[in-house]
Protein backbone atom coordinates (compact mmCIF):
# COMPACT_ATOMS: atom_id res chain seq x y z
CA UNK A 1 0.00 0.00 0.00
CA UNK A 2 1.37 3.11 -0.66
CA UNK A 3 1.26 6.09 1.15
CA UNK A 4 2.78 9.68 1.25
CA UNK A 5 2.40 11.66 4.72
CA UNK A 6 3.30 14.77 5.19
CA UNK A 7 4.18 16.40 8.12
CA UNK A 8 5.50 19.72 9.64
CA UNK A 9 2.94 22.50 9.05
CA UNK A 10 1.00 25.15 11.44
CA UNK A 11 0.81 28.45 12.25
CA UNK A 12 4.16 30.96 11.38
CA UNK A 13 4.59 34.66 11.42
CA UNK A 14 5.63 36.75 8.49
CA UNK A 15 9.72 36.27 7.98
CA UNK A 16 9.57 33.10 9.94
CA UNK A 17 10.22 29.42 8.49
CA UNK A 18 8.83 26.10 8.70
CA UNK A 19 10.23 22.62 7.29
CA UNK A 20 7.60 20.24 5.55
CA UNK A 21 8.39 16.16 5.39
CA UNK A 22 6.57 14.12 3.43
CA UNK A 23 7.55 10.76 4.49
CA UNK A 24 6.95 7.94 1.81
CA UNK A 25 6.22 4.31 1.88
CA UNK A 26 5.32 1.43 -0.80
CA UNK A 27 7.18 2.60 -3.70
CA UNK A 28 10.71 2.50 -4.80
CA UNK A 29 11.34 5.59 -3.39
CA UNK A 30 14.56 6.58 -5.69
CA UNK A 31 12.59 6.25 -9.05
CA UNK A 32 10.33 9.25 -8.19
CA UNK A 33 10.29 12.72 -8.61
CA UNK A 34 9.04 15.01 -5.79
CA UNK A 35 7.09 17.70 -5.68
CA UNK A 36 5.48 19.88 -3.05
CA UNK A 37 2.14 21.57 -4.34
CA UNK A 38 -0.77 24.25 -2.66
CA UNK A 39 -3.71 24.98 -3.06
CA UNK A 40 -6.19 27.61 -0.95
CA UNK A 41 -9.62 27.99 -1.15
CA UNK A 42 -11.23 28.29 -4.45
CA UNK A 43 -7.90 28.19 -6.54
CA UNK A 44 -5.95 25.15 -8.80
CA UNK A 45 -3.74 23.39 -7.09
CA UNK A 46 -0.20 24.77 -7.69
CA UNK A 47 3.23 22.85 -8.69
CA UNK A 48 5.72 24.88 -5.47
CA UNK A 49 8.72 22.81 -6.16
CA UNK A 50 10.16 19.97 -7.92
CA UNK A 51 13.12 17.41 -7.23
CA UNK A 52 13.92 14.82 -9.97
CA UNK A 53 15.46 11.52 -8.61
CA UNK A 54 19.19 12.88 -10.04
CA UNK A 55 18.41 15.77 -7.51
CA UNK A 56 17.39 18.36 -10.11
CA UNK A 57 15.22 21.36 -8.48
CA UNK A 58 12.69 23.47 -9.95
CA UNK A 59 10.61 26.39 -8.16
CA UNK A 60 8.01 28.49 -8.89
CA UNK A 61 8.58 32.08 -9.32
CA UNK A 62 6.75 33.30 -6.08
CA UNK A 63 8.82 30.53 -3.83
CA UNK A 64 12.22 30.66 -5.37
CA UNK A 65 15.01 32.06 -3.58
CA UNK A 66 12.93 31.09 -0.35
CA UNK A 67 11.87 27.94 -0.03
CA UNK A 68 14.38 25.00 -0.64
CA UNK A 69 13.10 21.17 -1.61
CA UNK A 70 15.79 18.60 -0.68
CA UNK A 71 15.34 14.55 -0.59
CA UNK A 72 16.58 11.66 1.73
CA UNK A 73 16.19 8.29 -0.74
CA UNK A 74 17.59 6.19 2.02
CA UNK A 75 15.04 6.96 4.56
CA UNK A 76 11.91 7.94 2.06
CA UNK A 77 11.30 11.44 2.69
CA UNK A 78 11.53 14.79 0.81
CA UNK A 79 11.51 18.25 2.03
CA UNK A 80 10.49 21.83 1.97
CA UNK A 81 12.46 24.49 4.15
CA UNK A 82 10.53 27.57 3.76
CA UNK A 83 12.46 30.55 4.74
CA UNK A 84 10.65 34.12 5.09
CA UNK A 85 7.64 32.93 4.74
CA UNK A 86 4.86 35.09 3.58
CA UNK A 87 1.01 35.87 4.54
CA UNK A 88 0.52 34.41 1.14
CA UNK A 89 1.84 31.27 1.29
CA UNK A 90 -1.20 30.39 3.64
CA UNK A 91 -2.18 27.40 2.02
CA UNK A 92 -2.72 23.01 2.23
CA UNK A 93 0.77 22.01 1.16
CA UNK A 94 0.78 18.31 -0.57
CA UNK A 95 3.65 16.19 -1.53
CA UNK A 96 3.17 14.66 -5.06
CA UNK A 97 5.52 11.32 -6.22
CA UNK A 98 5.74 10.76 -9.75
CA UNK A 99 7.13 7.58 -11.38
CA UNK A 100 9.81 9.31 -13.51
CA UNK A 101 8.92 7.47 -17.29
CA UNK A 102 5.61 6.28 -16.41
CA UNK A 103 2.08 7.32 -15.88
CA UNK A 104 2.10 7.23 -12.31
CA UNK A 105 1.66 9.30 -9.46
CA UNK A 106 0.53 9.27 -5.67
CA UNK A 107 -0.44 12.17 -3.45
CA UNK A 108 -0.56 12.60 0.02
CA UNK A 109 -3.16 13.99 2.44
CA UNK A 110 -2.11 17.92 2.53
CA UNK A 111 -0.66 19.80 5.74
CA UNK A 112 -2.00 23.25 6.67
CA UNK A 113 0.24 26.31 6.20
CA UNK A 114 -0.68 29.38 7.75
CA UNK A 115 1.31 32.28 7.85
CA UNK A 116 0.23 35.51 9.97
CA UNK A 117 0.79 37.99 12.52
Known amino acids: QVQLVESGGGLEQPGGSLRLSCAAS????????LAWYRQTPGKQRELVAT???????NYAGSVRGRFTISRDNAMKLVYLQMNNLRPEDTAVYYCKANREGWPLFYWGQGTQVTVSS
Open 26 to 33: GIIFSAYT
Open 51 to 57: ITTGGNT
